[in-house]
């Protein structure tokens, strides 16, 4: 049997309800699927068939691969539109390191995650890594120029990047056919815990 894994940082609940509360009033404005708040994370790697036996190898080599990785202290700012903003799929928030440096931290976490997984023998979404929480999905694609602005003017709070989720993504089991997400594992970074 296989499942869909994905590695991530989740922010963590302040973090979440900050970005919730800036997008709350404004969600009305926009016809797409929006992402629920329980559900943002930033993606470091995807797996889409992954055979169940191979998860607990990869949690393995995923601890020990960003046991060496520092942490960095992150927050969500600015936007992020897929493809582009003229006719994109998918708008996001960026996921910014605060500390000078931080752009490779977040890089590395993103590298040895899926490296850990072509070493456990798992194929990876090879999708350039582009640090950011999807907020939202386009019904058809379109020009989103207006919403990327509004992002311009968003900050969240700080946090310490120091934990990488490995959630199973059950597809469609959720409410209104959206995925359910299990975390299977939670993989300190630097050493932590």
């Known amino acids: 049997m296989t499942v869909r894994l994905f590695a991530a ?8 309800e900050h970005l919730d509360d800036f997008l709350s009033v404004r969600r009305a404005a926009g016809d797409f699927r929006w992402t629920p708040a329980d ?3 930033l993606t470091l790697a995807f797996m889409a068939e992954v055979e169940e036996w191979r998860a607990d190898e990869y949690v393995d080599r995923l601890a020990d691969s960003l046991a060496r990785v520092p ?32 752009d490779d931290v977040l890089d590395r976490l993103a590298t040895r995650s899926r490296s850990a997984a072509v070493a456990s023998g798992i194929e990876v979404d090879g999708q350039r890594f582009r640090p950011h929480v999807t907020v939202a999905r386009m019904r058809r694609p379109g020009d989103i ?3 990327v602005r509004l992002l311009e003017t968003y900050s969240g709070p700080q946090w310490p990047a120091a ?8 597809l469609g089991e959720g409410a209104r056919g959206r995925p359910r997400y299990e975390t299977l594992a939670v993989v300190p970074v630097g050493g932590q815990g």
């Open 163 to 170: 934990e990488v989720e490995v959630v199973v993504s059950h």
């Open 39 to 41: 559900q943002l994370h």
């Open 71 to 102: 942490v960095a202290t992150v927050r969500l700012a600015g936007p992020v539109a897929f493809p582009h903003a003229a006719d994109a799929r998918v708008l996001g928030v960026g996921v910014s390191p605060v500390e000078e440096g931080g």
């Open 9 to 16: 940082v989740v922010p963590p609940s302040d973090a979440v």
């Open 145 to 147: 120029t207006s919403w």
